[in-house]
């Protein structure tokens, strides 16, 4: 059976609306936001993030971006020489090919350029929601949800969502967070889930959210340190530091 994501007792009435918990957030993580990165950048580092670890994924994409930084760059590079560069991330076979396979399609399908729209995303070699999602918002400020792992764990124990799948949650958010919210919820809830709802031992102590259906009430674990303020630490676009425009620090994934 899969582990519950809802940790410690659960009381829906005490399920906080979504608007007060980002306001919330905002104060914690304050900082300019707004910011965008090149789409063709963010889709392959969100595709290089998928099932690696942060500052693999960071190593990874400024290796393979510094030398194919385009879709024309990219979709002629031999796939031996991708793989060699994206070897510090998980899976860099499978990646390295389905990285050209999907330059060659954004040349093929769309001049070398990455689609605005969701369906199109959609279509591309190795691009799931979340990817497709992470582009729209980061690339494009395109209002969408991108749902990663920490944002599946964080909707689930507020319980706005009530789902074993990001595709679930996705649905589940688009129903009750205020569009205006959604450029911003994929960051701060990462940055969130990354240091106070953390997937083992959540620092219910520290949680600065009035109402919370799965608060733990001994506290939670760990206790160890507090939240640190600004600075995009989780994000696919942060960790591209240079690589990207400056003010555009943001994004983060899961799985496609
Ligand atoms: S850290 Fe906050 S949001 Fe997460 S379970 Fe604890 S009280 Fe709820």
Redesign the pocket.
């Known amino acids: 059976m899969a582990r519950p994501l809802h940790?410690?007792s659960r009381d829906e009435g005490l399920r906080p609306a979504p608007a007060d918990v980002l306001r919330a957030l905002r104060r914690i993580y304050p900082r300019e936001r707004g910011g965008r990165a090149d789409p063709f950048q963010t889709l392959v580092a969100t595709v290089i993030s998928q099932r690696t670890r942060e500052e693999s994924t960071a190593i990874a994409s400024q290796r393979l971006l510094g030398r194919f930084p385009d879709a024309p760059s990219l979709a002629a590079a031999p796939v031996a020489d991708v793989e060699r560069l994206i070897r510090p991330s998980g899976f860099y076979r499978n990646k390295a090919r389905t990285l050209v396979r999907l330059a060659r399609a954004l040349m093929d399908r769309h001049g070398g350029r990455v689609p605005t729209s969701l369906e199109e995303l959609l279509a591309l070699p190795g691009v799931g929601r979340k990817t497709a999602n992470c582009v729209l918002v980061y690339g494009f400020g395109v209002p969408a949800i991108p749902v990663d792992t920490h944002v599946h764990r964080?909707s689930n124990?507020?319980g706005w969502a009530h789902s074993s799948t990001p595709e679930g949650t996705e649905r589940a958010l688009s129903a009750i967070v205020p569009r205006e919210h959604w450029l911003e919820i994929n960051e701060l809830l990462v940055l969130f889930g990354r240091e106070?709802?953390r997937p083992i031992g959540?620092?219910?102590g520290e949680?600065p959210?009035e109402r919370?259906p799965?608060?733990?009430a001994d506290g939670?674990g760990g206790g160890r340190g507090r939240a640190r303020a600004g600075g995009p630490k989780c994000t696919v676009l942060g960790e591209l530091g240079s690589l990207v425009a400056p003010g555009a620090r943001r994004g983060k994934g899961y799985e496609g």
Do not use: A, T, W, Y
């Open positions: 940790q410690g964080v124990r507020l106070l709802c959540p620092r219910c949680c959210l919370c799965s608060r733990r939670g």
